[in-house]
């Protein structure tokens, strides 16, 4: 079946340009979780939602950063005013239930995002 | 809060070596552990991973990783390395007491197969 759609896979922005950067999720699966994995790091969390609810955004960097899941399926991450530092690739991940009891996380290819 | 050590950013062995990956984590109450693989411009691919029961847990591609407590370890291994297994391979936790369930990686170790 098809997995962790993302697009664009590549995206080149010129600083202070907004981006929006999309997840679709493998059909049925709940929740919806965004990393950010910089250049030789590991990813790291952003965001996660259950639903359309969004229940922990507590790894968005600034406030430049917002994700949206407005119907429970899928999702937007949008970076607003894009800095160079923002460079990075952005993964998103779903999982069936809620993502607990150690439930895998199945991710997509990811989006590069360069800003120049 | 947790974090992923894995000691080694690269490592290199002969096609048909043994491959030992390591990792350590650092809470006191043991997390939900993973390997994932990733390959250039793909995502991460699950390997295995241990959630309860059986500490020795094995996965795709001839790959196995112990849960150790008293070490606070979760090393991947394989017997005998293929040239395919060229790729990177990130640790991560789940901190079972984390209502977000989100996963916190290491920093990644690239495996590189010699022929």
């Known amino acids: 079946g098809a997995g962790v759609s993302q697009s664009p896979r590549y995206k080149v922005a010129k600083r202070g340009q907004d981006v929006a950067l999309r997840c679709d999720p493998i059909s049925g699966h709940v929740s919806l979780f965004w990393y950010q994995q910089a250049l030789g790091q590991g990813p790291e969390f952003l965001t996660y939602?259950?639903?359309?609810?969004?229940?922990?955004k507590s790894g968005l960097p600034s406030d430049r950063f917002f994700a949206e899941r407005p119907e429970g399926s899928v999702s937007t991450l949008k970076i607003q005013r894009t800095q160079q530092e923002d460079s990075a690739v952005y993964l998103c991940?779903?999982?069936?239930?809620?993502?607990?009891?150690?439930?895998?996380?199945?991710f997509g290819p990811g989006t590069r995002l360069l800003v120049l | 809060a947790q974090s992923v050590t894995q000691l080694g950013s690269h490592v290199s062995v002969s096609e048909g070596a043994l491959v030992l990956l390591r990792c350590n984590y650092s809470?006191?109450?043991?997390?939900?552990l993973f390997w994932y693989v990733q390959y250039p411009n793909q995502g991460l691919q699950l390997l295995l991973k241990?959630?309860?029961?059986?500490?020795l847990v094995k996965g795709i591609n001839g790959f196995e990783a112990e849960f150790k407590k008293s070490e606070t370890s979760f090393h991947l291994t394989k017997p005998s390395a293929h040239m395919s297994d060229a790729a990177e391979y990130f640790c991560a936790v789940s901190d079972r007491l984390d209502s977000s369930y989100k996963l916190i990686f290491g920093s990644g170790t690239r495996l590189l197969v010699r022929p």
């Open positions: 939602f259950q639903n359309e609810a969004q229940l922990d």
């Open positions: 991940a779903s999982s069936l239930l809620g993502g607990g009891e150690g439930e895998t996380q199945y």
């Open positions: 241990y959630t309860t029961g059986a500490t």
């Open positions: 809470s006191s109450v043991p997390p939900y």
